[in-house]
């Protein structure tokens, strides 16, 4: 059940409810107090409004403030907080929150220039796991789940999701979804992106 990488997991920029809503969107992970679960989350970015950006700001003392970053004094794992960015991109100011692990040198710098490089991308387009994980984070919890005994002893403990299979309801793997039932799941003004390959 382990994720690595940098990864966008939200497209559009979140309201507080949505917000709260994608800093766990593991939380039904099996098992979830007994392991250290934070590959799970490292790495993961999205964008928020201002608003939300200043909430986070004013709710606790932050453990720094950086220029254009700041970080929650209350971790997610022993060494995975909340960053929250205020980035100039293209001459806008956006704000994004990501979960970095703050004892790596280098892992707020690979994550600001990581956003910084997605959001300059010059034509609009997704990524099949972009997609995936979009997917994952908009739907509602009761409609996605980790693959159980009724899988295979290999995919036990992997994402699955809620599809309709000539009308029937099945629980299908995430990474197994065709890109019709991706699209089907993603919001109108998503499924019709260029899906643009990874380099």
Request: with cysteine; hydrophobic share 40%.
């Amino acid at each position: 059940m382990t994720q690595s990488a940098i990864r966008k997991i939200y497209f559009g920029v979140a309201d507080r409810r949505q917000m709260f809503r994608l800093f766990d969107r593991h939380a039904q992970r099996p098992n979830r107090w007994e392991n250290d679960d934070s590959g799970l989350f490292a790495g993961e970015w999205f964008e928020i409004a201002r608003a939300e950006h200043d909430y986070m700001l004013d709710l606790l003392p932050p453990l720094w403030i950086r220029g254009e970053m700041f970080a929650l004094r209350e971790f997610l794992t022993e060494s995975l907080t909340s960053v929250f960015y205020t980035l100039r991109i293209n001459g806008k100011t956006r704000y994004f929150h990501a979960y970095c692990d703050l004892p790596r040198p280098r892992a707020l710098v690979e994550m600001r220039d990581a956003i910084v490089e997605r959001e300059s991308w010059p034509v609009k387009a997704m990524t099949r796991a972009e997609r995936l994980e979009h997917v994952w984070s908009a739907t509602q919890d009761e409609y996605r789940g980790y693959a159980g005994e009724r899988f295979a002893a290999k995919h036990l403990g992997k994402r699955t999701i809620l599809v309709y299979v000539l009308g029937t309801p099945e629980q299908k793997l995430l990474d197994g979804l065709t890109d019709d039932e991706i699209a089907a799941k993603l919001p109108v003004h998503l499924r019709h992106l260029p899906v643009r390959a990874v380099a």
